[in-house]
């Protein structure tokens, strides 16, 4: 009996890849079923849905809403490709791979294709609903007037926000980006927020793609930690600026007096956002990494408090949470980590 001819190296992978291609409904079904996609849709939600507060459809719409839409698209094509990339089903074959959802009759893919095809009156709808149901506000109130605030202040939790200057406060070398965020989230949420709260905590790191702070890994663990993350470009300052934007429109729809921000860097430029968040009535504490104690007094001034990284990991570590240190200037990284 003649013998059967091995296949070939190629032809083995191209067979492996039609295998991955065929599968690829399956795996997004079980992605799309999962906490992680919940979690980063759920992170869009809280970041745009104000900005629906008071959508009507039909009614003249506004630029940032417009450009909600289009990143919400974005978002969801990135989400989805990420996890085939996982798999090695590249990008070039996301087509293919809708196009044999659409022959499929599951609920899970119907909703993918809508979703991906929704239009700009649908989703706003969508985030109308998504900001009554996030921020605790019904219809009825939104029409009579009451607004953002004046729900807040009726609304028991407490919102958190964390914005992690990640390229000034980098992840410490030889620890994973999952459990550090995680850390400072858990951190935070003991020490800076009233116990049995029930809290509303938005994590966001800002990094430069160009100048590769953070390796593909790191980003990955992030993004499992839940911590939503802002592209800067490497022109200098450009980081702060967005920190600085993202305050400002953070304190434009958070009631004062059931907020915490909390802002992880070492720069003394922020001293103005401190500033005006205090003269706004917000609660704003600092995590840093000086190794000069004098810097730290300084910062001190203009915040609540003040805790070097290296006393939050050391908590997390010994799982018995630390007292905030106002005046610790220790060294709370071991330098930039390039990954």
């Known amino acids: ?27 997004l079904d079980s992605y799309v079923r999962g906490d992680s996609f919940k979690e980063a849709l759920n992170t869009f939600y809280k970041l745009h849905s104000p900005k629906f507060s008071e959508f009507v459809e039909g009614d003249e719409y506004r630029l940032d809403q417009s450009e909600a839409h289009g990143q919400y698209l974005d978002e969801l094509e990135a989400l989805l490709e990420g996890k085939l990339e996982e798999f090695t089903i590249t990008s070039d074959h996301f087509a293919e791979v809708l196009s044999t959802m659409l022959e499929g009759n599951d609920e899970v893919s119907k909703q993918l294709m809508e979703a991906m095809d929704l239009s700009f009156e649908d989703f706003g709808s969508m985030m109308r609903s998504k900001f009554d149901e996030l921020y605790g506000v019904t219809r009825k109130e939104a029409d009579v007037g009451l607004g953002l605030n ?50 509303d905590t938005l994590t966001t790191c800002f990094h430069s793609p160009e100048k590769k702070t953070l390796s593909r890994q790191k980003i990955r663990d992030l993004d499992r930690a839940s911590v939503e993350q802002v592209l800067v470009s490497s022109k200098r300052e450009d980081a702060d600026r967005k920190i600085v934007s993202r305050i400002n429109r953070e304190m434009g729809v958070l009631d004062s007096t059931s907020s915490v921000f909390v802002l992880i860097s070492s720069d003394n430029d922020f001293v103005s956002s ?39 990991l050391a908590a997390a570590e010994s799982g018995a949470g630390l007292d905030v240190d106002v005046v610790d200037g220790e060294d709370g990284g071991e330098g930039e980590d390039k990954g």
């Open 1 to 27: 009996v003649q013998a059967r001819p091995e296949q070939n190296p190629q032809g083995r992978a191209m067979d492996e890849a039609k295998a991955l291609i065929k599968a690829a409904p399956s795996i």
């Open 150 to 199: 004046a729900h807040s202040k009726r609304n028991p939790a407490l919102s958190l926000r964390i914005l992690w200057d990640i390229e000034n406060v980098p992840v410490p070398k030889g620890m994973e980006a999952f459990s550090v965020a995680s850390a400072i989230i858990s951190y935070c949420e003991e020490k800076f927020c009233e116990q049995g709260a029930q809290i």
């Open 274 to 312: 401190y500033q005006h968040l205090k003269g706004g009535g917000f609660v704003c504490h600092n995590i840093h990494n000086c190794p000069n104690a004098n810097m730290v007094k300084a910062l001190s001034l203009f915040c609540e408090s003040c805790v070097s990284l290296s006393v939050v």
